[in-house]
Nanobody
Framework: QVQLVESGGGLVQAGDSLRLSCTIS????????MGWFRQAPGKEREFVAA????????HYADSVKGRFTISRDNAKNTVYLEMNNLKPEDTAVYYC?????????????????WGKGTLVTVSS
């Protein structure tokens, strides 16, 4: 069973930064493409960012491009989401996701494995 555990959420002010972390409970972390999704109150879950198992450039939703950076450390079984210049509209529960298929990972609700989420609240 694959388990994902997110951490790093919290309450910040607009313009602040946060770094989310997600650790996967499998030694085969490097075989999974990893992503971040978010769900704001009363809204549908949406894609935020994804990174391939080999690392490299991330892929981002337009709403976070230039502000968020996804990265991974395969030695630590961890994927990160660095969030800068946070805005109130970034307030949401952020979920980590994993899949061995890039196509499934980047399709909303497609990934096989999900964390329980971590809440990010950005005050104005």
């Amino acid at each position: 069973q694959v388990q994902l555990v997110e951490s790093g959420g919290g309450l910040v002010q607009a313009g602040d930064s946060l770094r989310l972390s997600c650790t996967i409970s499998r030694r085969t972390f490097s075989t999974y493409d990893m992503g971040w999704f978010r769900q704001a109150p009363g809204k549908e879950r949406e894609f935020v960012a994804a990174i391939r198992r080999s690392g490299g450039m991330g892929h981002y939703a337009d709403s976070v491009k230039g502000r968020f950076t996804i990265s991974r450390d395969n030695a630590k079984n961890t994927v990160y989401l660095e969030m800068n210049n946070l805005k109130p509209e970034d307030t949401a529960v952020y979920y980590c996701a994993a899949d061995s298929s890039w196509a499934k990972l980047t399709a909303l609700y497609g990934p096989d494995y999900w964390g329980k989420g971590t809440l990010v609240t950005v005050s104005s």
